[in-house]
């Protein structure tokens, strides 16, 4: 079975890196993904949050440095994630690719 996902948008909330009683930096973080997408041959206005979760190094410190409001790409697989907030789906992205974005070519 296939479980891997890309998605474009723009970083909307994180927290405060943190480290696993291992020592694994983790750091988490909400993505807004908006776009116009075919569905039935019907243009359709799509827009989501979902959780970031970037663990190890230097995944998620490069997580951490991008600050809010910034447009990024993201690719990784989906987990059930075991915090869940009003705002996102208990389904997260665990992240195994982070790349900032520049403004000019979001959702490009």
């Not at 696993?20 to 993505?31: D, E, H, N, Q």
């Not at 993201?74 to 075991?82: C, E, H, N, Q, Y």
Request: glycine residues 8%; hydrophobic residues 40%; charged residues 25%.
């Amino acid at each position: 079975m296939i479980n891997r996902v890309e998605l474009s948008g723009r970083l909307v909330d994180k927290t405060e890196l943190r480290y696993s009683p291992a020592g694994v930096p983790i750091a988490r973080a909400l993505l807004e993904h908006e776009s116009s997408q075919t569905e039935a041959g019907v243009e359709r206005w799509i827009r989501f949050l979902v959780g970031l979760r970037a663990a190890g190094s230097p995944l998620a410190e490069a997580l951490d440095e991008i600050p809010i409001g910034r447009p990024l790409e993201v690719a990784g697989v989906l987990l059930r994630s075991r915090r869940q907030g009003p705002d996102t789906d208990p389904i997260i992205i665990s992240l195994s690719h982070v790349q900032r974005l520049d403004e000019s070519t979001e959702g490009q």
